[in-house]
Nanobody, 115 residues
């Protein structure tokens, strides 16, 4: 089992920045891809960014120039640096970890961007 705990969400004005963190614990053997997803009101959960154990990153087009994903393998933690936030970025943000064929999810952290 892998447990994920997100932190760093909150309320921010448009144009502002936030940094989300997600600490993983439990059985970490075989952990590869870590990522961030979000689910806005009335929308489906969507991929925001992923990062492999070797540091290869992938981003959704909607956030590519504004968000940055990173990870600290020694701390089993993945980060999402968000800049230039827009009201449409308002969502619950979830981190994920892939271990073998299974994907684990955090409980989510709310990000609200006011106009």
């Amino acid at each position: 089992q892998v447990q994920l705990v997100e932190s760093g969400g909150g309320l921010v004005q448009a144009g502002g920045s936030l940094r989300l963190s997600c600490a993983a614990s439990g059985s970490m053997f075989g952990i590869n891809v870590m990522g961030w997803y979000r689910q806005g009101p009335g929308k489906q959960r969507e991929l925001i960014a992923t990062i492999t154990a070797g540091g290869v990153t992938n981003y959704a087009d909607s956030v590519k120039s504004r968000f940055s994903i990173s990870r600290d393998n020694a701390k089993n933690t993945v980060y999402l640096e968000m800049t230039g936030l827009k009201p449409e970025d308002t969502a619950v943000y979830y981190c994920s970890v892939d271990r073998g064929p299974r994907r684990y999810w955090g409980q989510g952290t709310q990000v609200t961007v006011s106009s």
